[in-house]
Structures are given as C-alpha cells and as structure tokens.
C-alpha cells in the first residue's frame, strides 16, 4: 500500500511558506520519493494571504490537492480561520498559541510551538521561525529523513544563511 503524507502550510506572504514547501518538495525528491505542490498566494509581495500544499508519496501522485492534511502549519490565525475545517481527528496542527487560538471544538490534536519567541531568543531574528516549523515538523514525517531535509535546506536556502537555519531546524526537531 503506498504511503501518501499530506501537508498544508499557510500564514502571511513573507513568513516563508512557500519556502517551507519547496525545502520539503526538494528532500522528497532528494530522497527519491514522488512529491508535488501547490502555492496559491494574494496579489501582495509580502502581508498577503499565502498556502503551500505538498504532497509527498513513494507511489505515482494522482493529484497535487491536499484534501486532508495528514499536517497543517498555521503561520497565523487567520491561515488557521480558513483551513482549520479541512482538518480530522488524524490531522496534526502546528500553530504559534502566541498568535493562533486553538478551536476547542475541533477533534485534531494541536502542537503549540513558539517558534518566533524561539528565533528571536536562540537566534537573534524571529525571521527563522519557519525552519523552527520546519524541525518541528519533520519530527513527525515518517516518510521523510531528516537526513534529506538539512540537505534541502542546504539548496535551496542561501548559503549566508546555513548556519542559523540548521540551528532552527534542530530547535525544532528538540520541540516536544
């Protein structure tokens, strides 16, 4: 039976969402898995309503639409408000509880995970808080080394920039 992982991320147009989904496309790829992804963003350069879907098999993917993510990143509340009903019992939430409020009448388990606090105090620049995310995330990817993921990072993310985002990744992957 093939594994298929299906992974929403959402929030605001420079938060690096996208970003977030080619580094996990690139892994998938890297790994020699199927992977396929989706962006859709408002007209803004940065501020604007931003989503990435991924889908990641080691079968052929029939289709690029995350109909139930298996994960949902929710970068804001407002990012939460939209595709919080997309979400199961089996679907895993990763929010900011500084900024998302969990609905407690939803069935899926919620991880809060502070991850601006966390880059603004590890790493000097809540700008990392993605990779925190990221980390966090691909703790829970069965189908995904994180082997796979730091060499994504590596290129898909400028090189000036390395350092700090290996050192996210493994504050998020610590989050428990």
């Known amino acids: 039976m093939a594994k298929r992982i ?8 420079g938060q690096g969402v996208v970003r977030i989904g080619q580094i996990l496309g690139q892994a998938a790829v890297n790994q020699g898995l199927y ?3 989706l962006i859709s963003h408002g007209t803004e350069t940065r501020g604007g309503y ?10 052929f993917i029939d289709s690029p639409v995350v109909e139930r993510p298996d994960f949902f990143c ?8 939209m595709f919080k009903g997309l979400c199961g019992s089996q679907s895993l939430i990763l929010h900011n509880p500084d900024i998302v409020s969990p609905d407690p009448g939803l069935a899926s388990p919620h991880w809060g995970i502070k991850a601006e ?7 000097g620049d809540a700008v990392f808080a993605n ?13 995904l080394t994180s082997e796979h993921i730091v060499e994504a990072i590596r290129e898909r993310l400028p090189q000036r920039f390395h350092e700090k985002n290996l050192q996210a990744f493994a504050l998020g992957r610590a989050r428990k």
């Open 6 to 13: 299906e992974i929403l991320i959402s929030g605001y147009g």
């Open 35 to 37: 992977t396929s992804m």
């Open 50 to 59: 931003v989503r990435s879907q991924v889908v990641i098999s080691d079968e």
């Open 74 to 81: 929710a970068f804001s509340g407002i990012a939460y408000t």
């Open 117 to 123: 606090a966390v880059a603004t105090e590890e790493l």
């Open 131 to 143: 990779v925190i995310f990221l980390g966090a995330l691909s703790s829970r990817l069965a189908l």
